[in-house]
Every structure is written in C-alpha cells, then in structure tokens.
C-alpha cells in the first residue's frame, strides 16, 4: 500500500535552514508528481511546492519562492524540500503528499506530516 513517511522538521531560528525529506513506497515513485504541503494552526491546509517525476519539473507557491528548493531521488524513492531563509509564517506542520493519478478515480496519500517551528 501506499506509505510516505516525512521527517527532518525541528526547531530553527529566523534565518535558519531546515531540509525536510519524504520516503515513499508502495507504488511507481517515478512516475508520479510529488507534492509538499503544510498547514498551520487554524488555517487551510496549502500547496507549498510540486515537483514532476523526473524532477525538471518544479512548482512553487508565491510565498517561498526564492527560500525553499523541492528535489527528488527517485533512486531512493525520496522527495525533499530544502527551506532557507524560514521566517515565523514557514510555522507549520508539513506534509508530503502523492495524489494516485494511476488510478481511475485518483485519492490523495499523505504522510504523518513534520512538525516545523520557526522562532523569533
């Protein structure tokens, strides 16, 4: 079955540097676009960045483009987002996520998610 496990959140300080990874088993890693989200609390969970199955492909939300890097190794079945330069608004908790566009009527997967806090 389909499983992504994230990790690498933690505390930094403003300015500071996190690298999130994402470990994916259960289907053809890739073939498929992979997706980084997050949701802070009491907010709506929102894309942050997207990334195409060979990886020449990137997509990045207004708000971190600049700051943040989304990679893959599909040797290793692992999608990354490389944050830089975090501010209080990157607080939130991460998730990666694989819609299943294999499928006729295609379900979103998401991982635990990974807690990232950004101090001021």
């Known amino acids: 079955q389909v499983q992504l496990v994230e990790s690498g959140g933690g505390l930094v300080q403003v300015g500071g540097s996190l690298r999130l990874s994402c470990a994916a088993s259960g289907f053809s890693f890739s073939s498929v676009t992979m997706n980084w989200y997050r949701q802070a609390v009491g907010t709506d969970r929102e894309l942050v960045a997207s990334?195409?199955?060979?990886?020449?492909?990137?997509h990045y939300a207004n708000f971190v483009k600049g700051r943040f890097a989304i990679s893959r190794d599909n040797a290793k079945n692992t999608v990354y987002l490389q944050m830089n330069n975090l501010k209080p608004d990157d607080t939130a908790v991460y998730y990666c996520n694989v819609p299943t566009t294999w499928q006729v009527v295609p379900i979103d997967y998401w991982g635990q998610g990974t807690q990232v806090t950004v101090s001021s």
């Open positions: 990334i195409g199955p060979t990886g020449s492909d990137t």
